[in-house]
């Protein structure tokens, strides 16, 4: 009796990793376009790795009877354990914080004189900041900005005050709707752009031709304008 089942879930077992086989082609796209908003030192094998192992998990609890559709089921939890990966790499700490707004004063700046985005070296001279600080603080603020756009703004809040837990969601999502009818078209577009169709700032810049150092500092400004919007609710 034991030799039929365990032959039994053995080939189940390799159903369901044929299964996920099929849609590792899928997976690397999603890899490799999330891949594209991140900085050079996130490795992409990485994350297609962590989304490998996901999409097996998954194709192993996978109940065609429930879902038709396997990466209908699978793309969005496939794309969170990406995402999880990351704010594992998150380096967020308050000195960081702190040092991520001073970035953005001599960015901004930078950018207003220059229309280009100024180096690491760059700006570590300015603030009489180590370069490798400097790096870290970054890589931390890209991860920061893939989050969506709800957690983006738990981020932003102050670190005894989370505004996203004392808003209702609903609530708080016809706020962030109301506030962003107010933008201009190109400042609409950007945030649809990057935060909810997920395009890279290279394909925004070449949408809307902007730069992409201007398309960060408009964000930027966007989401600190919300968060305080939020605040005041």
Request: contains cysteine; glycine residues 2%.
């Amino acid at each position: 009796m034991q030799r039929p089942f365990n032959a039994y879930i053995n080939n189940l077992k390799h159903e369901q990793d044929e299964l996920a086989l099929q849609y590792i082609p899928a997976l690397r796209a999603m890899a490799f376009r999330l891949k594209e908003r991140l900085p050079a030192s996130v490795d992409v094998n990485d994350l297609i790795s962590i989304a490998t192992e996901e999409l097996i998990k998954l194709a192993r609890k996978y109940d065609k009877e429930q879902n038709t559709n396997f990466w209908g089921y699978a793309k969005k939890r496939v794309n969170g354990a990406m995402l999880d990966y990351l704010r594992s790499l998150d380096t967020m700490s308050r000195q960081n914080r702190k040092i991520i707004k001073d970035i953005q004063i001599v960015v901004d700046e930078y950018i207003n004189e220059f229309d280009e985005e100024p180096s690491d070296e760059f700006i570590a001279q300015k603030l009489e900041i180590e370069v490798e600080k400097i790096k870290e603080a970054r890589l931390s603020y890209h991860i920061d900005t893939l989050m969506p756009l709800d957690d983006r703004l738990s981020d932003y809040s102050n670190e005894d005050e989370n505004v996203i837990e004392k808003l209702d969601k609903q609530i708080m999502l016809e706020k962030i709707t109301s506030y962003l009818e107010k933008l201009d078209k190109r400042e609409q577009m950007i945030i649809q752009l990057y935060f909810f169709e997920e395009l890279s700032l290279k394909e925004i810049s070449e949408i809307l031709n902007i730069s992409q150092s201007r398309i960060c500092q408009i964000q930027s400004r966007i989401l600190n304008a919300l968060k305080k919007e939020l605040s005041n609710g």
